[in-house]
Protein backbone atom coordinates (compact mmCIF):
# COMPACT_ATOMS: atom_id res chain seq x y z
CA UNK A 1 0.00 0.00 0.00
CA UNK A 2 1.22 3.76 -0.91
CA UNK A 3 1.78 6.03 1.62
CA UNK A 4 2.45 9.20 1.98
CA UNK A 5 6.23 9.04 1.81
CA UNK A 6 5.85 7.13 -1.24
CA UNK A 7 3.52 9.54 -3.02
CA UNK A 8 5.10 12.18 -5.50
CA UNK A 9 4.08 15.40 -6.34
CA UNK A 10 1.81 14.10 -8.97
CA UNK A 11 0.32 11.74 -6.84
CA UNK A 12 -0.01 14.55 -4.12
CA UNK A 13 -1.23 17.20 -7.74
CA UNK A 14 -4.12 14.27 -7.95
CA UNK A 15 -4.99 13.88 -4.41
CA UNK A 16 -5.44 17.51 -3.79
CA UNK A 17 -7.81 18.09 -6.67
CA UNK A 18 -9.70 15.09 -6.24
CA UNK A 19 -10.34 16.00 -3.01
CA UNK A 20 -11.68 19.89 -4.14
CA UNK A 21 -13.85 17.99 -7.06
CA UNK A 22 -13.84 14.43 -7.23
CA UNK A 23 -15.87 14.44 -10.32
CA UNK A 24 -12.99 15.83 -11.84
CA UNK A 25 -12.56 14.02 -15.56
CA UNK A 26 -9.22 12.23 -16.28
CA UNK A 27 -8.05 15.28 -18.87
CA UNK A 28 -9.19 18.25 -15.86
CA UNK A 29 -7.11 15.95 -13.44
CA UNK A 30 -4.35 15.74 -15.51
CA UNK A 31 -4.89 19.28 -16.42
CA UNK A 32 -3.94 20.13 -12.80
CA UNK A 33 -1.46 17.16 -12.09
CA UNK A 34 0.76 18.61 -15.34
CA UNK A 35 0.83 15.07 -16.51
CA UNK A 36 -0.81 13.18 -19.92
CA UNK A 37 -3.80 12.06 -19.55
CA UNK A 38 -2.79 8.47 -20.12
CA UNK A 39 0.13 9.36 -17.16
CA UNK A 40 -2.56 10.68 -14.86
CA UNK A 41 -5.13 7.67 -15.45
CA UNK A 42 -2.32 5.08 -15.08
CA UNK A 43 -1.59 6.96 -11.08
CA UNK A 44 -5.19 7.09 -10.49
CA UNK A 45 -6.11 3.70 -11.14
CA UNK A 46 -2.88 2.93 -8.90
CA UNK A 47 -4.05 5.40 -6.33
CA UNK A 48 -7.14 3.60 -5.84
CA UNK A 49 -5.81 0.00 -6.62
CA UNK A 50 -3.71 0.18 -3.69
CA UNK A 51 -6.27 2.26 -1.13
CA UNK A 52 -4.67 5.76 -1.40
CA UNK A 53 -8.14 6.74 -2.68
CA UNK A 54 -10.77 4.58 -0.56
CA UNK A 55 -13.99 6.32 -2.75
CA UNK A 56 -15.88 8.96 -4.18
CA UNK A 57 -18.51 10.27 -2.49
CA UNK A 58 -21.26 13.17 -2.76
CA UNK A 59 -21.39 15.84 -0.16
CA UNK A 60 -24.68 16.75 1.02
CA UNK A 61 -25.95 19.46 2.48
CA UNK A 62 -27.04 18.33 5.94
CA UNK A 63 -29.54 21.88 6.16
CA UNK A 64 -30.93 20.75 2.88
CA UNK A 65 -31.76 17.41 4.11
CA UNK A 66 -33.17 17.89 6.87
CA UNK A 67 -30.68 17.14 9.39
CA UNK A 68 -30.15 20.57 11.42
CA UNK A 69 -28.35 19.59 14.45
CA UNK A 70 -25.04 18.59 15.16
CA UNK A 71 -24.30 16.42 18.48
CA UNK A 72 -21.08 15.15 19.84
CA UNK A 73 -22.52 12.65 22.16
CA UNK A 74 -19.45 10.68 24.81
CA UNK A 75 -20.25 7.41 26.08
CA UNK A 76 -18.81 5.37 28.83
CA UNK A 77 -19.39 1.85 28.36
CA UNK A 78 -21.32 -0.50 31.87
CA UNK A 79 -18.34 -2.83 31.31
CA UNK A 80 -14.56 -2.99 29.86
CA UNK A 81 -14.78 -6.07 27.75
CA UNK A 82 -14.26 -7.34 24.79
CA UNK A 83 -17.83 -8.89 24.07
CA UNK A 84 -19.22 -5.66 25.64
CA UNK A 85 -17.15 -3.38 23.55
CA UNK A 86 -18.34 -4.99 20.31
CA UNK A 87 -22.27 -5.05 21.80
CA UNK A 88 -21.32 -1.32 21.72
CA UNK A 89 -19.98 -1.42 17.95
CA UNK A 90 -22.49 -3.52 16.59
CA UNK A 91 -25.33 -0.80 17.86
CA UNK A 92 -23.55 1.86 16.39
CA UNK A 93 -22.98 -0.04 13.20
CA UNK A 94 -26.80 -0.16 13.45
CA UNK A 95 -27.06 3.88 13.60
CA UNK A 96 -27.51 5.64 10.61
CA UNK A 97 -27.33 9.11 12.72
CA UNK A 98 -24.06 8.04 13.84
CA UNK A 99 -21.17 9.90 11.49
CA UNK A 100 -18.17 9.14 13.77
CA UNK A 101 -17.48 6.93 16.20
CA UNK A 102 -14.06 7.26 17.87
CA UNK A 103 -12.88 5.17 20.85
CA UNK A 104 -11.08 7.32 23.43
CA UNK A 105 -8.64 7.80 26.18
CA UNK A 106 -9.06 9.17 29.11
CA UNK A 107 -12.16 9.84 30.92
CA UNK A 108 -15.00 8.60 28.30
CA UNK A 109 -14.68 5.01 26.39
CA UNK A 110 -16.17 7.12 22.62
CA UNK A 111 -17.25 10.00 21.44
CA UNK A 112 -20.00 10.01 18.81
CA UNK A 113 -20.56 12.40 15.85
CA UNK A 114 -24.41 12.12 15.30
CA UNK A 115 -26.71 14.46 13.27
CA UNK A 116 -30.37 14.92 14.32
CA UNK A 117 -33.48 16.80 12.57
CA UNK A 118 -34.13 18.53 15.96
CA UNK A 119 -34.27 18.39 19.88
CA UNK A 120 -36.85 15.73 19.70
CA UNK A 121 -34.50 13.44 17.50
CA UNK A 122 -31.86 13.53 19.71
CA UNK A 123 -33.60 13.11 22.86
CA UNK A 124 -35.38 9.45 21.05
CA UNK A 125 -31.81 8.85 19.83
CA UNK A 126 -30.54 8.67 23.47
CA UNK A 127 -33.64 8.03 25.43
CA UNK A 128 -34.62 4.69 23.44
CA UNK A 129 -31.30 3.95 22.04
CA UNK A 130 -28.44 4.26 23.51
CA UNK A 131 -29.49 4.48 27.43
CA UNK A 132 -31.63 1.56 26.61
CA UNK A 133 -28.49 -0.41 25.44
CA UNK A 134 -26.97 -2.68 28.24
CA UNK A 135 -23.73 -2.34 27.06
CA UNK A 136 -23.77 1.77 27.95
CA UNK A 137 -23.17 2.96 31.22
CA UNK A 138 -23.38 6.91 30.98
CA UNK A 139 -23.89 9.09 28.27
CA UNK A 140 -23.18 13.08 27.93
CA UNK A 141 -24.66 15.02 24.87
CA UNK A 142 -23.86 18.48 23.43
CA UNK A 143 -25.32 20.13 20.53
CA UNK A 144 -23.15 21.95 18.62
CA UNK A 145 -24.04 25.59 18.20
CA UNK A 146 -22.38 26.69 15.11
CA UNK A 147 -19.52 25.36 12.85
CA UNK A 148 -16.89 27.31 12.45
CA UNK A 149 -14.15 24.27 10.10
CA UNK A 150 -15.77 21.00 8.65
CA UNK A 151 -14.05 19.53 6.06
CA UNK A 152 -12.66 16.08 5.11
CA UNK A 153 -9.97 17.23 3.36
CA UNK A 154 -6.73 15.83 4.30
CA UNK A 155 -3.25 18.23 4.86
CA UNK A 156 -1.31 16.92 1.57
CA UNK A 157 1.23 19.43 0.62
CA UNK A 158 3.49 18.68 -2.26
CA UNK A 159 7.39 18.00 -1.29
Do not use: W
Not at 76 to 91: E, K, M, Q, Y
Not at 120 to 149: F, Y
Amino acid sequence: MADLEHLDNFDTRILQALQADGRLGNAELAQHAKLSASQCSRRRQHLESSGVINGYHACLSREKTGFSLINFITVTLSRHNRDNALRFATLIADMPEVLEAHALTGEMDYILKVVTRDLAGLSALVNNQLLQHESIQNVKTSVVLNTIKETTALPLHSK
